[in-house]
């Protein structure tokens, strides 16, 4: 046991040398909020991540490098050195969930005097030998790992895919942003671990991120994205019915409002490359470093705001068009991805409405079946879905208890698409009722609620069940508009 | 809410029973030198009256269509009704290739064959093809619905015995389930006396008389038995009287509850009155523009209907469709509703459901071109954990098109592999919406839409998604019989 402890000491020593004053261990306490009861969250819990020592901004300005997984729904995010026994507060400066990459500063700035940077690589991580180093209690562990390819894997903080490298490693129960080194040289963060496999952002596109965001260290959406459903051409035969000569380029089948392609491409496009660069037909495009990327990767090595040149096939013509390259904007599509802020809401009458995203709609079939019933793109006339998410049982909606998912139509005859609507839908009674019209289901038309004894009833079920406030209200998002 | 579109509905409803499916062939070694001689049988109980079947079916695979699929062999039981005839459950004898009938007590084989089928209720007449065969044992006397708590005594050959089994219990449960056979919900008692596979078709006795036929049983709960009451077995044999059965008719509306009352304010309900809310009448019933959405339903077939959709029954409540287990197809049933502040009475004529229920004595359509394999958009096809997309469009996009009835769909089962077709990039389970340009309903439509075409290409669009295949046509021609052969498909087509 002493021998073992020993060894592992001397071990560690080395080690410390190479890499432990770059490297900080961050405690974070998070919580999530509640789904089914969108004014509460959930019973806070903790979770401990890496970070490195990254320049930051200004002149002798540091910052500290994590993934945005290590820090989603954070409360408090607290950082901490080898060899010291007390954690400091680190504020998050920047969080970008589809790049996975988030940076912190240190409100006591002699926090990082006796830390110094990692020093990036210089050259793109090839197949050789690499490190993941992290703090385990007061020692570093180091693991070895071997590059086994390149590959593209989702951010696993938000929906876009983007290319990065997979390693061969004995590093376990790892994936909270374990930096990897090549020699001594910061090489990436790894994003994920499993089965002896580590999913690493390499250091350039980690780079490339934090040039842009020591520019502009604000919230940034960075990664780019067109913003297209859209289908392979692996056959000879799709191929030739659409004019080409060989399998190559994405047939588009739909453009989401707001996305880069909006008012740019159509329905029947083919899109044929990206900036001179063919796609083959798979949709993928060579990347002189990782090799074959999907289009959708090769995008996130651009940068939101370039204007991207496309190769486009349209009734068989070919033709470049120019487009602004805008983020991937969750916001854009009606069923809009997992928020990390606070989900607006509604209680009224015991109803709890919210808005249908991804996350909330996996809930069940029911929900599913409402998205299928709404397929159809976003439109300005309806940017969101809203669904009565629970009944809150009371005398009062006697008749709705047990009821829930249900998707809403219009309230008092009036179409809402935004927690904000709700509320003012719930000011214009029909007659002496409110009328909750809802979307094709096989359990209900619509839910009737006595308007005279309306507010009262809300009042007294806010306070039963908990419910402070009754409405958190919703900022819409920006107008949706394609240029034409 | 008593809408037979909901509880067809898979995923709103555990599902009650699980069939009581013929129990394998038997494997035990005959008992030695212990069978009753002939003549010795007690003469006068009614157990002579219950007799062992044994059926031989053949299931067509629905992942090859064309495959008649595996022979099977079950064994069920069914008892001897007035007219020497053996009433037993439709399951027992489904997709049946050969019947063989056991007296009790007796060791000989019977030739038999099916009379009548009610697959929805689950229920069968068969007779021996020796019409002397019966002479003699006295037919069993189907009595009254039994109430809940009255003893009954289950006969039967469960679990492939080939023995007469006996076992008591009582009425546990009066209600309204559907059936794991064919998903039709009906009139269902609930026994804890044990009912085991192979007791299927056989009599539930009460007083001497026939109170129930065992048809399902709920592995999930202990002692939960369910047959089917004299109300669904006289159903089905004066249905069947006529040498043909029509089945059970259902309403195919939806409706919803009005127990709040600010609900039953705005129908314009009066203090005491009660009903449920119309809002979808299938456009394909002989209800649709008799029934309108908005009428609030008062009563259906004399019984008043309360706030949540139930009707009294006996000393209970259960759900409103019940009543229509006491009508024909073709029948009138009487319906009293509120409209606009006025009370009409009504007479609806009511059909069998639009949504059929899962096929059973026929073989499944299906086309295969070039290897594409194409089946309907059915009920079979949406049973098995399909995705969302085809059970939305099955059971909902009709409700959001309440005026006219949709056309039938038509989907890409699979594929069967080939260089001609293994690029195209619809994946199987999706639903074709138009080939070469034409919208497509059945299979007759997709095989016009196929035959029809002279340009080099055929083109496939599939709904939802939109995703769009092509084959080079020549190039699929030639290669159609050759995949037929290759994956041993005897015929393109069951149309």
């Known amino acids: 046991m002493i021998a073992l402890l020993l060894s592992g000491l001397a071990y560690a020593a080395s080690d410390t040398d190479r890499y432990g004053d770059a490297i900080v261990r961050l405690t974070v306490t998070w919580q999530a909020w509640e789904s089914g009861q969108p004014w509460t969250k959930t019973s806070p819990s903790s979770r401990t991540a890496q970070a490195v020592v990254v320049p930051g901004s200004r002149p002798g300005e540091s910052w500290l490098l994590t993934t945005a997984a290590s820090v989603e729904k954070a409360t408090l995010v607290r950082a901490r050195k080898h060899g010291e026994p007390e954690e400091k507060v680190a504020r998050v400066v920047v969080v970008d969930r589809e790049a996975n990459l988030a940076v912190l500063s240190m409100d006591d700035a002699a926090f990082f005097e006796d830390l110094r940077p990692v020093k990036p690589l210089r050259e793109p991580v090839s197949g050789g030998p690499v490190t993941l180093a992290r703090w385990r209690e007061a020692q570093l562990e180091v693991a070895d790992g071997k590059v086994s390819r390149a590959a593209t894997f989702d951010s696993g903080t938000g929906v876009l895919g983007y290319a990065g490298l997979r390693v061969a490693t004995d590093l376990n129960n790892g994936g909270f942003s374990e930096p990897m080194f090549v020699g001594r040289r910061f090489a990436g963060l790894v994003t994920n671990v499993n089965s002896g496999e580590a999913t690493v952002t390499p250091v350039d596109f980690v780079e490339d991120w934090l040039a842009e965001v020591r520019e502009r260290p604000e919230p940034v959406a960075w990664v780019g994205d067109l913003g297209l459903s859209a289908q392979a051409i692996r056959s000879a035969e799709l191929a030739a019915w659409l004019g080409l000569d060989s399998p190559r380029g994405l047939l588009v089948l739909s453009v989401a409002q707001g996305g880069s392609a909006c008012g740019v491409l159509r329905r029947g496009d083919v899109l044929l490359g990206l900036g001179g660069v063919p796609l083959d037909g798979n949709g993928s495009v060579a990347d002189p470093l990782y090799g074959l990327l999907s289009y959708e990767a090769e995008l996130t090595r651009l940068r939101a705001g370039q204007k991207l040149e496309i190769e486009v096939l349209r009734d068989r013509q070919p033709l470049t068009l120019t487009l602004p390259l805008r983020p991937y904007f969750g916001d854009a599509w009606l069923v809009p991805t997992d928020r990390v802020s606070p989900p607006p809401y509604h209680m009224a009458g015991g109803l709890v409405f919210r808005e249908y995203d991804e996350s909330y709609g996996a809930r069940n079939t029911e929900l599913k079946l409402i998205k299928e019933a709404l397929r159809s793109a976003q439109t300005p006339e309806q940017r969101r879905v809203i669904v009565v998410a629970s009944v809150l049982a009371d005398p009062y909606n006697l008749g709705y208890h047990g009821q829930g998912d249900l998707g809403v139509a219009a309230i008092n005859g009036i179409p809402v698409d935004s927690m904000n609507e709700v509320a003012e839908a719930f000011q214009h009674p029909q007659g002496e009722f409110h009328v909750i019209s809802l979307l094709p289901n096989a359990r209900l038309l619509e839910i009737v609620l006595d308007a005279a004894t309306f507010e009262e009833a809300t009042r007294r079920i806010a306070e039963s069940y908990g419910v402070d406030p009754v409405f958190r209200p919703e900022i819409p998002p920006p107008p949706i508009v394609c240029p034409e | ?495």
């Open chain 2, 1 to 495: 809410m008593f809408a037979s579109v909901q509880r067809c509905l898979p995923f709103f409803g555990l599902l009650a029973g699980s069939l009581l499916l013929p129990a394998a062939g038997e494997t035990a070694p005959p008992p030695k030198a212990t069978s009753p001689a002939e003549g010795a049988l007690p003469n006068r109980s009614f157990e002579t009256s219950v007799v062992r079947l044994i059926n031989t079916s053949q299931r067509a695979d629905p992942a090859t269509p064309w495959n008649l699929g595996r022979p099977k062999q079950g064994t069920g039981s069914g008892f001897v009704v007035e007219g020497g005839r053996i009433l037993t459950n439709a399951h027992v004898v489904a997709d049946s290739r050969n019947i063989v009938l056991l007296l009790h007590g007796d060791a000989t084989p019977h030739d038999a064959r099916i009379i009548a089928v009610g697959h929805d209720c689950d229920l069968a007449l068969v007779e021996p093809v020796d019409s002397k065969l019966l002479a003699g044992i006295p037919p069993l006397t189907i009595g009254e619905n039994p109430n809940l708590g009255d003893a009954v005594v289950t006969l039967g050959y469960p679990a492939g015995g080939r023995w007469l089994s006996s076992t008591r219990g009582v009425v546990s449960r009066i209600d309204y389930n559907p059936s794991a056979h064919s998903g039709a919900s009906h009139l269902s008692v609930q026994t804890d006396a044990a009912i085991n596979p192979g007791n299927s078709g056989g009599p539930v006795m009460g007083d001497g008389r026939v109170v129930g036929v065992a048809y399902q049983a709920n592995g999930g709960l202990e002692n939960t038995g369910y047959f089917l009451p004299p109300l669904i077995l006289k159903h089905f044999l004066t249905d069947v009287a006529d040498g043909r059965y029509d089945g059970f008719p259902q309403l195919d509306v939806l409706s919803a509850g009005l127990d709040n009352a600010a609900a039953r304010r705005r129908v314009g309900l009066a203090e005491g009155e009660t009903g449920v809310q119309i809002y979808f009448v299938h456009p394909a019933t002989p209800a649709y523009g008799i029934l309108k959405p908005g009428d609030v339903l008062l009563e259906l077939g004399g019984e008043v209907v309360a706030n949540d959709g139930t009707v009294a029954w006996g000393t209970q409540r259960l759900q409103a469709s019940v009543v229509l287990d006491r009508y024909f197809v073709g029948d009138r049933v009487p319906v009293r509703v509120l409209r606009a502040g006025e009370r009409l009475n009504l007479t609806v004529p009511v059909a069998v459901s639009v949504y059929p229920i899962r096929s059973y004595d026929v073989l499944p359509t299906y086309l295969v071109y070039a290897g594409l394999v194409f089946v309907p958009l059915d009920r079979e096809a949406v049973s098995n954990s399909p995705p969302t997309a085809l059970l939305y469009d099955y059971w909902f996009r009709q409700i959001s098109h309440p005026d006219a009835p949709l056309p039938g769909r038509v989907m890409l089962l699979r594929r069967l592999d080939h260089e001609v077709n293994s690029n195209l990039s619809i994946p199987p389970s999706s639903i074709i919406e138009r080939v070469n340009g034409k919208e497509v309903t059945d299979l007759t439509s997709l095989a016009a839409a196929l035959s029809l075409n002279a340009d080099r290409w055929h083109v496939f669009e599939s709904a939802y998604g939109g995703q769009i295949g092509v084959l080079d046509r020549a190039a699929a021609d030639a290669a159609h019989v050759p995949i037929l052969e290759q994956y041993a498909v005897p015929k393109d087509r069951r149309l």
